[in-house]
């Protein structure tokens, strides 16, 4: 069995991301010396792993699974319910679920008081190698995917791997997106280990889970150390994020899982390079596809239609792509790539419809 991987977050203040199966011991130990402590879960799982899990005596509670809940009503909802149970400023929110969950959870422990302590309990694999690490938290506005959040790092991160296997393919799937992202974002080597793993990382071999969740860490840990407040380094991390964030407000929130429109939005990234002649040749695109395809992940807007997304017409993606938070007057600003490892960020260029048409 896997032993424990313990990668250090060196933020203000820093903290200790814990990935490898049984993780969800240290929750009591890791989070005892706050004055309270409150549970914040979904409706999915509480039942699975939330209420078990739940240190004894803690309350825990639960709102509805699904992007719905990254709301202000929401979050209202959410801070009364500290404030119901006195939480005060030496509490401690756990936030406990996927990517939802831990957006939810670090806005709400980020104003509640002014800001009290939060650690994030991760249960998907996006949220494990991406959204719990690096203190980004929101909610959504009607024009977009978080417009409205915080940077509010939390106490400790604990990615227990075990519970990856209860995961549905499709939550699953939705995980690579952003695990191939991260070894675009490493280089060749990352990029080489998803290509010969694809069959072991598809069985959700324990041993191959591992190696992946810590390695995403590893390499967001030190891009956010670097450059906690996004100022320049860590707009990397929205590699292929500018397509996919059009993609879920056209298809609406909540029918276009997050990786999966990542995955596509990296396929998008990579045209659009070579398109503005920042890659030389084609080639990243087609390796991306096949990655993607081997996984079993569209790789175009017209297969993410074809599996339930809607029309997607590309007018309608070129206007929410120029309401997305990392756009400059209106203009659109992307990653991109030159080869992997080798990225441009705050690239400012038109994305012809063309591009966008299927």
Known sequence: MSALRTIRVETAPAYDVLVGPGTLAELDLRTRSFSARLVL????????????????????LSVPAGEDSKSFVVLEHVL???????????????AFGG????????????????GIAFAQVPTTLLAQVDSSVGGKTAVNLERGKN??????????????????????????????????KTALLEGEDALSYLERETNAILARDPEVLAELVARCVQHKAAVVARDPREAGERKTLN????????????AGYGVVPHGLAVGVGLVLA???????????????????????????????????????????????LLRAMRHD??????????????????????????????????
Do not use: W
Not at 42 to 60: I, N
Not at 80 to 94: G, I, K, S, T
Not at 168 to 174: P, T, V
């Open 239 to 250: 590699l292929g994020h500018t397509f996919a964030h059009a993609i879920e407000h056209v």
């Open 41 to 60: 879960t979904d409706d999915h799982v509480e039942p699975l792993y939330a209420r078990p899990h739940a240190p004894s005596g803690v309350p825990v």
């Open 99 to 114: 990517g939802v969950i831990g957006d939810l959870g670090g806005f709400a422990a980020s104003v509640y008081q002014r």
């Open 147 to 180: 417009l409205a959040g915080t940077f509010h790092q939390p106490c400790v991160v604990l990615a227990d791997t075990r519970v990856l296997a209860t995961l549905s393919d499709d939550e699953y799937r939705s995980g690579l997106g952003e695990v191939v």
């Open 325 to 358: 938070k990392k756009s400059a007057s209106g203009t659109p600003r992307f990653v991109l790539l030159e080869r992997p490892g080798a990225i441009r960020f705050d690239v400012e260029c038109s994305t012809p419809e063309s591009m966008l048409a299927g």
């Open 80 to 94: 009364d319910v500290l404030a119901e149970h006195a939480l005060d400023r030496r509490a401690c929110l756990v």
């Open 270 to 316: 990579a045209r659009l390079s070579h398109a503005a002649g920042i890659a030389p040749t084609n080639e990243l695109e087609s390796r991306i596809e096949r990655l993607l395809h081997a996984f079993g992940m569209p790789a175009s807007l017209a297969e993410l239609s074809r599996r339930g997304a809607g029309e997607l017409p590309a007018d309608a």
